[in-house]
């Protein structure tokens, strides 16, 4: 029982007070811990074990900062597809309580989700992100890549995004005020479930030929 995730589904879902009953120490060694799931390896191995041998299209999602969790949920359970949500656990995010949707908890270095899902996904999977090196690194293993805002990552316009994040970085550096994202407005959210929805079905259509 001494694992990370289930401490943390327990936390976030409680909705006015969660009492914890044991040792402290047994509590300290589920939350530091970073086996039997606080690497994510028994959550996101599961789903390729269920595949039986054949291609199994996952939505990867980079949960840290992703603002339409809610739209890839109801995309998922349309297509009945599985999710894996990846995070370093650093904002607390409560699980939809879907048998679908299984959450990865990784090492708490601000690269861990992002090292996590670049190890795990394969060509027929999508990852949702708004990481652009992530993103990069997505594309490398032959995935497909969405953005928040419904922007389609392709090893054609990636290259510009990489460096044009690098000329803002170093703006930043020069004390230049960068802006940041702007929120999300309907429109955005709708043009994202349509990339996703298309950026899906085209995983599932090459998962089925090979």
């Not at 995730?5 to 009492?19: D, I, M, N, P, S």
């Not at 606080?38 to 199994?56: I, K, P, T």
């Not at 699980?95 to 190890?119: C, F, K, Q």
Request: aromatic share 4%; net charge positive; hydrophobic share 40%.
């Amino acid at each position: 029982m001494l694992q990370r995730t289930l401490v943390y589904t327990a936390v976030t879902r409680g909705k006015r007070l969660v009492v914890l009953v044991g040792q402290r120490k047994a509590l300290a060694i589920a939350v530091k811990g970073r086996g039997h799931g606080g690497d994510g390896q028994s959550c996101g191995n599961g789903y390729r074990a269920e595949a039986a041998g054949r291609s199994l299209t996952v939505i990867y999602v980079d949960c840290d900062a992703c603002p339409v969790r809610d739209e890839i949920y109801r995309v998922a359970a349309r297509l009945r597809l599985n999710v894996l949500v990846v995070s370093n656990g650093s904002r607390p995010i409560r699980p939809p309580g879907t048998s679908n949707v299984r959450m990865v908890l990784v090492g708490e270095s601000a690269d861990a989700a992002d090292d996590w899902i670049a190890e795990h996904i394969s060509a027929a999977d999508v990852c949702v992100t708004s990481d652009i090196p992530l993103a990069s690194r997505c594309l490398k293993k032959r995935a497909r890549v969405v953005s928040p805002t419904g922007k389609h990552w392709t090893p054609t316009n990636i290259g510009n995004a990489l460096a044009g994040r690098e000329i803002a970085r170093h703006l930043r550096e020069l004390g230049t005020n960068t802006r940041g994202p702007a929120p999300l407005t309907k429109r955005d959210r709708s043009r994202f479930v349509s990339a996703l929805d298309t950026a899906l079905r085209a995983a599932l259509r090459e998962a089925a030929r090979s």
